[in-house]
């Protein structure tokens, strides 16, 4: 019996690749079994891959390579400890699936797409995933679909800096099950239809559980009018969706709603995300309903301090009887007109509240 070949690793790649035909890059989708097996096997057994351009590491076949991306085998062991840089594809688009300790940097997609395929895409197990600084443009008159697409079962996911332009109707990001979401200095742009029913960033947990979400200093507009959220966070039924951190969105003029919590009732949702510097003009800043769109009064997000200690907080019920907190917690009730604000003076529990705080 042959000897098992080794894992193949690649430390550090610098690759630019320019593809100018209307093929998909299949990136670094490597099941290490079937690519020490293809390896094994004769050239001729080895049926070409009818794409342009393949990007793949050293001493593996790229048409293996590009099987086991195209065709989801990544069930065994991940390729590992991968990097990427100054990469431009051209009237294509990039799957990345089952990797550990993957970084993309500095990568530029431009597309005019003729399918609803995403322009990047992420699915299976992606341990440690980074994606830094990367200009994705979905062009007019493309298919309907959207640009950052991410359904990642590994252990993180984090995106810092880059833009991401949707030209058509889709969603600029979208992810789903993806724990562990980081996105920070992003900027997003909409230029497509039907921006009424559309999110900027759009995390749902439907597939899996979305836990420990954290979206910091995003820039979000539309020039065809204001799109549903800049951001929704919307867990669904048996899934969680704990620990979320959102700040420092700036959507102003461009969003019905700076953030849009669509909670399902029977997931486990975050009652108190921490929410802080959403500016989104004259418009709400957040907005909580339920997975139909019908009005829910169960959240009381953190506007400042410490979630779990002394800290502002605010919601669209007076809180005795509602809202648990410790002393010293001040609490806004958003009501309108008759918008007032509380102080908890006594226990730890959901009362001890006082009457509402009369300002001179």
């Given at each position: 019996?042959?000897?098992?070949?080794?894992?193949?690793?690649?430390?550090?790649?610098?690759?630019?690749?320019?593809?100018?035909?209307?093929?998909?890059?299949?990136?670094?989708?490597?099941?290490?079994?079937?690519?020490?097996?293809?390896?094994?096997?004769?050239?001729?057994?080895?049926?070409?891959?009818?794409?342009?351009?393949?990007?793949?590491?050293?001493?593996?076949?790229?048409?293996?390579?590009?099987?086991?991306?195209?065709?989801?085998?990544?069930?065994?062991?991940?390729?590992?400890?991968?990097?990427?840089?100054?990469?431009?594809?051209?009237?294509?688009?990039?799957?990345?699936?089952?990797?550990?300790?993957?970084?993309?940097?500095?990568?530029?997609?431009?597309?005019?797409?003729?399918?609803?395929?995403?322009?990047?895409?992420?699915?299976?197990?992606?341990?440690?995933?980074?994606?830094?600084?990367?200009?994705?443009?979905?062009?007019?008159?493309?298919?309907?679909?959207?640009?950052?697409?991410?359904?990642?079962?590994?252990?993180?996911?984090?995106?810092?800096?880059?833009?991401?332009?949707?030209?058509?109707?889709?969603?600029?990001?979208?992810?789903?099950?993806?724990?562990?979401?980081?996105?920070?200095?992003?900027?997003?742009?909409?230029?497509?239809?039907?921006?009424?029913?559309?999110?900027?960033?759009?995390?749902?947990?439907?597939?899996?559980?979305?836990?420990?979400v954290q979206i910091d200093a995003v820039q979000v507009s539309s020039s065809t009018g204001k799109l549903r959220s800049a951001v929704t966070l919307a867990p669904r039924s048996g899934r969680s969706m704990m620990n979320l951190l959102i700040t420092y969105i700036h959507s102003a003029g461009s969003a019905a709603t700076g953030l849009y919590l669509s909670y399902h009732p029977a997931a486990t949702a975050d009652p108190t995300p921490l929410i802080t510097g959403i500016d989104n003009g004259a418009d709400a800043a957040w907005k909580q309903a339920d997975q139909n769109d019908n009005p829910i009064t169960t959240i009381y997000p953190v506007i400042a301090g410490n979630p779990g200690g002394v800290c502002e907080m605010a919601g669209q019920v007076p809180p005795e009887g509602a809202m648990t907190a410790i002393q010293g917690t001040v609490y806004t009730h958003q009501n309108g007109d008759s918008t007032a604000r509380y102080y908890k003076s006594a226990g730890t529990g959901n009362t001890g509240w006082s009457s509402p705080l009369v300002v001179p």
């Open positions: 019996m042959p000897a098992k070949a080794p894992r193949r690793r690649l430390a550090r790649a610098a690759t630019t690749v320019l593809l100018a035909a209307c093929a998909w890059c299949l990136l670094l989708a490597v099941h290490a079994q079937l690519a020490a097996a293809a390896v094994r096997q004769p050239a001729a057994t080895t049926p070409p891959l009818p794409t342009a351009g393949i990007l793949s590491t050293p001493a593996v076949p790229a048409s293996a390579t590009g099987l086991a991306g195209r065709h989801g085998i990544s069930h065994g062991e991940q390729a590992q400890h991968i990097r990427v840089s100054d990469v431009t594809v051209l009237e294509g688009g990039v799957l990345v699936a089952s990797t550990d300790d993957l970084r993309i940097n500095n990568m530029t997609i431009v597309a005019t797409a003729r399918s609803a395929s995403p322009l990047l895409r992420v699915r299976q197990v992606n341990n440690d995933l980074r994606l830094d600084d990367l200009y994705l443009e979905r062009l007019p008159c493309s298919a309907d679909g959207n640009v950052l697409d991410v359904e990642n079962t590994g252990n993180s996911t984090t995106i810092s800096g880059g833009v991401f332009i949707e030209g058509a109707r889709g969603y600029p990001m979208t992810f789903d099950g993806t724990r562990y979401l980081r996105i920070h200095g992003t900027s997003i742009r909409y230029d497509g239809t039907s921006p009424e029913a559309r999110d900027g960033i759009s995390v749902t947990g439907k597939i899996g559980d979305a836990d420990n």
